[in-house]
């Protein structure tokens, strides 16, 4: 049996990168960059009017007031997408709309509310004077051409998504997501929806395994209930190890005599690090590698395979992109917490901030590792290293915030 933190190291030592693919913009939102993006073109590309209003000289508009009017020429009209090619003369001027480019010859805009307005009429009434480059949106004012506008690991979210489409980006390089398998075993599960009979109980791992998975960026391909049965598993795990990056599997991982997970995983020629870690509940945790696929059998209790994926499937399901800051926090316990002398203990806890702006935590009132409710109500695990007899009330925990509980996001 070896301690968490060895299990912890010797999984962080056989992650490897799942390499990138190219996404287009339309399937890029929460993907992670594999590559840095820079500006294709200063912007603004070109000198654009920020206001629908007339192009003029300014030096043309001098001294014109409502009461004494400057008659100016117009000559052509600028839109949005389609410029006019003239060049302005003294005395003339163009229509030029918002975005619109602004002709050569122009220093400035005159918002269409000081004019006579758009009319058919070549002549046009200017009723306030213009001061060089008014309302006018300068070439490369925002952003120069090649500067960096986002950097490789970036996780595209409303906010950038964009700026990429803005210069034009179509096909982009990201990380892959990692494709995994979720697999429960136990033939005395049920699905839900079906009559329950004596001596059976409702597959809950699935749909919890499932629902943790979502919280990070991943493809669940495969997710499926079977029976102890050696060879249908052996059939099944085979083909996940084929298709996915990670294969999560559930129950089967202990003593029982129906417990056919490791030897399969063995039988399939999968490397075995660790079975068995010093921490409880999730004792019998199963870790293996073939090639550069990770599997992880959790124990079937639904607190163990709840604890177990947050503590060593979650982290590493977010760093296989990007590397992501730890949850873990320090918190002041308000009840005492039970310690072991050699292994870690794990339970499901309550964590707020007082009005002193203190974490305090404490644990639920469910504690058992076959306890179908013990998650409801907690916001956080909390987390004792093996050792001294108990955690008092008053005294510093680590937790491990479920960070969807506090409306944050998980990535
Ligand atoms: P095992 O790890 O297969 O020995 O299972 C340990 C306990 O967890 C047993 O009481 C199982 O019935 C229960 N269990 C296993 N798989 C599931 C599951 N998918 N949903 C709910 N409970 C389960
Ligand atoms: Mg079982």
């Known amino acids: 049996m070896i301690s968490v933190q060895e299990a912890k190291s010797i999984i962080s030592n056989n992650i490897q990168p799942l390499g990138f693919e190219t996404v287009s913009l339309k399937n890029a939102g929460n993907r992670v960059l594999a590559q840095d993006i820079t500006a294709t073109f200063p912007m603004p590309q070109f000198d654009n009017s920020s206001m629908d209003g007339f192009a003029v000289r300014a030096v043309d508009t001098e001294g014109a007031d409502?009461?004494?009017?400057?008659?100016l020429k117009m000559v052509g009209i600028s839109s949005a997408g389609t410029p006019c090619d003239v060049i302005l003369k003294s005395g003339q001027c163009a229509q030029c709309m918002t975005g619109a480019v602004i002709p050569d010859g122009a220093d400035a805009i005159i918002i269409v509310e000081n004019t006579s307005g758009f009319l058919d009429s070549e002549t046009v009434y200017i009723f306030q004077e213009a001061k060089i480059g008014e309302h006018i949106r300068r070439k490369g004012e925002e952003i120069q051409k090649d500067e960096i506008l986002l950097s490789r690991g970036i996780c595209i979210t409303p906010n950038e998504i964009g700026t990429l489409a803005s210069f034009g980006y179509d096909k982009i390089s990201f990380m892959k997501i990692p494709k995994i398998a979720i697999i429960v075993t136990g033939s005395e599960l049920i699905e839900p929806g079906n009559k329950i009979e004596l001596g059976r109980i409702y597959n809950s791992n699935l749909y919890?395994?499932?629902e943790l998975a979502k919280k990070s960026r991943v493809e669940i391909v495969m997710r499926e209930v079977i029976k102890d049965d050696k060879d249908y598993l052996c059939r099944l795990l085979s083909e996940a190890l084929q298709t996915c990056d990670v294969i999560i599997s559930s129950g089967g991982i202990s003593m029982g005599r129906f417990d056919y997970m490791r030897e399969v995983y063995n039988k399939l020629g999968v490397q075995e690090h660790f079975w068995k870690v010093a921490q409880k509940p999730g004792k019998p945790l199963f870790f293996g590698t073939l090639d550069s696929k990770l599997i992880f059998g959790l124990p079937g209790n639904p607190v163990s395979s709840f604890i177990c994926y947050m503590e060593y499937i979650y982290p590493v399901l977010q760093d296989m992109q990007k590397?992501?800051?730890d949850f873990k926090q320090?918190?002041?316990?308000?009840?005492?917490?039970p310690v072991d002398s050699k292994k870690h203990r794990y339970l499901f806890g309550r964590?707020?901030?007082?009005?002193?702006?203190?974490l305090l935590c404490s644990p639920t009132s469910k504690t058992g590792s076959h306890m179908v409710t013990a998650f409801l109500g907690s916001n956080c695990i909390m987390v004792s290293p093996p050792g001294k007899k108990f955690m008092k009330k008053g005294d510093k925990i680590t937790i491990n915030q479920l960070n969807w509980r506090n409306n944050e996001r998980s990535f």
């Open 66 to 71: 409502v009461l004494s009017p400057v008659i």
């Open 208 to 210: 919890m395994i499932a």
């Open 323 to 325: 590397k992501t800051k």
């Open 330 to 337: 320090q918190a002041i316990l308000t009840e005492t917490f």
């Open 351 to 358: 964590s707020w901030i007082d009005s002193s702006g203190r």
